[in-house]
Every structure is written in C-alpha cells, then in structure tokens.
C-alpha cells in the first residue's frame, strides 16, 4: 500500500467488538479488488457485498478459485465433524 492514500470508512462492529469497516487506496475499494483478482471471498454469511467480482473471478478461474481451494467457512464446519 506503499504510496497510496488509504481512507478506511467504520462500518459496524463484530461479535468481538472489532470495527468492521470499508477500506479504500486512492479511492478504489481494497476488499472488491482482492475478491475480483481471487484472493479473497465474499463472506455472504455478513453481506452480499462483493458477491459479482467472486463469481467472475470464479469463472475466470483467478487465483484460489484455480485450485479448488476450500472456503474457510465450509473448513471449520468440516473440521469440526472430524473428531
């Protein structure tokens, strides 16, 4: 983020009191950009914000969606059924 203006907007907080907010550089929101190049997910379970960019880097088959990579989400439920 070296040589960006980077403003972050407080959205609401979580369960664990940590500030959820909206992050941009230069203007450009961080999240939608990570999401679209496929190295984040949209965390429906909260919002259906970045919902488009994780379908088209779906299709594009971008980063993490090139590998098959489990969601987190799906991992703990899983992993929590192993023991």
């Given at each position: 983020?070296?040589?960006h203006?980077i403003t972050?907007?407080?959205r609401t907080?979580d369960?664990?009191?940590?500030?959820?907010?909206l992050?941009?550089a230069?203007?450009?929101?961080i999240?939608?950009?990570?999401?679209r190049?496929g190295?984040?997910?949209?965390?429906?379970?909260?919002?259906?914000?970045?919902v488009?960019?994780e379908?088209?880097?779906?299709?594009?088959?971008l980063?993490?969606?090139a590998?098959?990579c489990?969601?987190?989400?799906?991992w703990?439920?899983r992993?929590?059924g192993?023991?």
């Amino acid at each position: 983020m070296h040589g960006h203006t980077i403003t972050c907007e407080p959205r609401t907080n979580d369960r664990y009191g940590s500030t959820v907010a909206l992050c941009r550089a230069d203007g450009v929101d961080i999240e939608a950009e990570m999401v679209r190049a496929g190295m984040a997910l949209a965390f429906v379970r909260y919002s259906r914000d970045y919902v488009g960019q994780e379908e088209v880097a779906h299709f594009q088959g971008l980063c993490m969606h090139a590998h098959g990579c489990e969601k987190p989400w799906e991992w703990r439920v899983r992993a929590k059924g192993d023991h």
